[in-house]
């Protein structure tokens, strides 16, 4: 959920920058100064804002627009582009690689609502299919292990503590391996809340992370704090390594920008969010979607598709051979590897007016996927002669490229057969008219 201050500035900027007659210089230093205001008032740190909107402005006014897009559409992608270079354009994935038990643990600064984090974390991974349990190696706060019970005990997850013991690290150390008698996937440890000044604390921590060496860091931003989120995350960041971000209270901060600063100081990934009170008012974090909310476009990843789609580099007169068949075993590699730079090839083929290709089994998309980082090294290890005219390559001559390449014998004639192929289907009138329609040739 996105705050509801921030997302209401962006998207009056953006309303008046699209109603704007033209997207010239004018109006597109317009719409930099209002996503500045936007970011500030949210508390977003002041030199990330600085750094944000000048590459929004250089993009902006210096890329070229790629054939059949609007400048306004190019202006809206590069927005778009510049918030996800922070938090990313993709769902952070939770996985514990195949460790059993996974450790997390959990850190925060005192106020951030990490116990409570903790517990909505265990109740959201169990409900995705994992085994659970928590350590409370929280020693300073009063009830820290109570309230963990309190809240997990009717959801069967186990919680280990001690309550009248201080040592941090010997609760931690038991309770992973108690717990771990009970062939749990993920072992989450909370741990007391630090300040960035509290140097006895933060000593601790690293002395937890020796003891019990934790598969992933977690750090718990309260998302109310605005600017401090990034001071916070920095101080953390230099003393344990930051893997990953859980930001609180994101339904009632009007400063939840501040998420943006701990991303950047840390270069973590922000990969759940809490939206409410309740245990499970807890969701994986998907950044396109808080963009999109964001800047109020619902459809922008599909604008981002079209645009980088549009940006595919193909030159009129390459383009003119490929719709001919005149084209070299290299122009055909080198077009796929930059269709690969797009993204997933079942999102770019989905953008094709070719029919069924958005339906292709998923292990044939991993397949071709593969087969272009393949065909690429193969490409590398031929000669000139052999790239502009691979008939001539040979059983001898298979076996030199194929080991030259890292692959077999039989990839290297795969390419080799899927060129000619390719040449041959160009030849196909349908096929020559949609592709013309596709790229505006």
Same mark, same amino acid.
């Given at each position: !959920?996105?705050?509801?201050?921030?997302a209401?500035?962006?998207k009056?900027v953006?309303?008046?920058?699209l109603?704007?007659?033209?997207?010239?210089?004018?109006?597109?230093e317009?719409?930099?100064?209002?996503?500045?205001?936007a970011l500030?008032?949210s508390?977003v740190n002041?030199?990330?804002v600085?750094r944000l909107?000048d590459?929004?402005?250089e993009r902006?006014?210096s890329?070229?627009?790629p054939p059949?897009?609007?400048?306004?559409d190019?202006?809206?992608k590069?927005v778009?582009?510049?918030?996800?270079?922070l938090?990313?354009?993709?769902p952070?994935?939770?996985?514990?690689g195949?460790?059993?038990p996974?450790?997390?643990?959990?850190?925060?600064?005192?106020?951030?609502?990490?116990t409570?984090?903790?517990a909505?974390?265990?109740n959201?991974?169990?409900?995705n299919g994992?085994?659970v349990?928590?350590v409370?190696?929280?020693?300073?706060r009063?009830?820290?292990?109570?309230?963990?019970?309190?809240?997990?005990?009717?959801r069967?997850?186990?919680?280990?503590?001690e309550?009248d013991?201080?040592?941090?690290?010997a609760?931690?150390v038991?309770?992973i391996?108690?717990l771990?008698a009970?062939d749990?996937?993920v072992v989450i440890i909370?741990?007391?809340?630090?300040?960035k000044?509290?140097s006895?604390l933060m000593?601790?921590?690293?002395?937890?992370?020796k003891?019990?060496?934790?598969d992933?860091?977690l750090?718990?931003?309260?998302?109310?704090?605005?600017q401090?989120a990034?001071?916070h995350?920095?101080?953390f960041?230099e003393n344990?390594?930051?893997?990953?971000?859980?930001v609180?209270?994101?339904d009632t901060?009007?400063k939840?920008?501040g998420?943006?600063s701990?991303?950047?100081?840390?270069g973590?990934?922000i990969?759940?969010i809490?939206?409410?009170e309740a245990l499970?008012?807890?969701e994986?974090?998907n950044?396109s979607g808080y963009?999109?909310?964001l800047?109020g476009v619902?459809?922008?990843e599909s604008?981002?598709?079209?645009?980088?789609l549009?940006?595919?580099?193909?030159?009129?007169?390459?383009?003119k051979a490929?719709?001919?068949?005149?084209?070299?075993?290299?122009?055909?590699?080198?077009?796929l590897r930059? !269709?690969?730079k797009?993204?997933?090839l079942r999102?770019?083929?989905?953008?094709?007016p070719l029919?069924? !290709?958005?339906?292709?089994?998923?292990?044939?998309l991993?397949k071709a996927?593969e087969?272009i980082?393949?065909w690429?090294?193969?490409?590398?290890?031929?000669t000139a002669?052999?790239?502009?005219n691979p008939?001539i390559?040979?059983?001898?001559r298979?076996?030199r490229?194929?080991?030259g390449a890292?692959?077999?014998?039989?990839?290297?004639?795969?390419l080799?057969?899927?060129?000619q192929?390719s040449?041959? !289907?160009m030849k196909?009138?349908r096929l020559r008219h949609?592709?013309?329609?596709?790229k505006g040739?």
């Amino acid at each position: !959920m996105v705050a509801s201050q921030l997302a209401k500035t962006f998207k009056d900027v953006l309303s008046r920058f699209l109603a704007s007659p033209s997207a010239d210089r004018q109006a597109v230093e317009e719409l930099v100064r209002g996503i500045q205001r936007a970011l500030l008032v949210s508390d977003v740190n002041v030199e990330l804002v600085s750094r944000l909107s000048d590459r929004i402005r250089e993009r902006s006014l210096s890329e070229k627009l790629p054939p059949g897009v609007s400048r306004k559409d190019a202006v809206l992608k590069i927005v778009y582009e510049e918030l996800a270079s922070l938090l990313g354009s993709r769902p952070p994935k939770f996985s514990t690689g195949g460790k059993k038990p996974y450790i997390i643990m959990l850190l925060g600064i005192q106020g951030a609502g990490k116990t409570t984090t903790a517990a909505k974390l265990a109740n959201y991974l169990k409900k995705n299919g994992f085994k659970v349990g928590v350590v409370c190696a929280d020693t300073y706060r009063p009830g820290a292990f109570q309230q963990l019970q309190q809240l997990l005990a009717p959801r069967d997850i186990p919680v280990y503590g001690e309550p009248d013991s201080k040592d941090s690290v010997a609760i931690a150390v038991k309770g992973i391996r108690e717990l771990a008698a009970h062939d749990l996937d993920v072992v989450i440890i909370d741990t007391a809340g630090r300040h960035k000044e509290q140097s006895t604390l933060m000593e601790e921590m690293k002395m937890l992370e020796k003891a019990i060496k934790p598969d992933e860091n977690l750090l718990v931003i309260d998302g109310t704090i605005g600017q401090q989120a990034g001071v916070h995350a920095k101080s953390f960041h230099e003393n344990t390594r930051v893997g990953s971000i859980i930001v609180t209270k994101l339904d009632t901060s009007a400063k939840g920008g501040g998420a943006l600063s701990a991303v950047s100081a840390t270069g973590a990934q922000i990969k759940f969010i809490g939206v409410g009170e309740a245990l499970e008012d807890f969701e994986a974090f998907n950044p396109s979607g808080y963009i999109a909310s964001l800047l109020g476009v619902p459809d922008i990843e599909s604008l981002v598709e079209r645009v980088k789609l549009a940006e595919l580099e193909v030159s009129e007169e390459k383009a003119k051979a490929l719709l001919s068949g005149r084209f070299t075993l290299e122009d055909m590699v080198n077009q796929l590897r930059e !269709m690969k730079k797009l993204g997933p090839l079942r999102k770019i083929l989905s953008k094709l007016p070719l029919p069924g !290709m958005a339906d292709l089994p998923e292990e044939e998309l991993e397949k071709a996927e593969e087969r272009i980082k393949k065909w690429s090294a193969i490409i590398q290890s031929m000669t000139a002669e052999e790239k502009s005219n691979p008939q001539i390559v040979d059983d001898s001559r298979a076996r030199r490229i194929a080991r030259g390449a890292g692959v077999s014998e039989r990839d290297v004639k795969e390419l080799i057969r899927n060129y000619q192929l390719s040449r041959k !289907m160009m030849k196909d009138r349908r096929l020559r008219h949609v592709l013309r329609q596709t790229k505006g040739i």
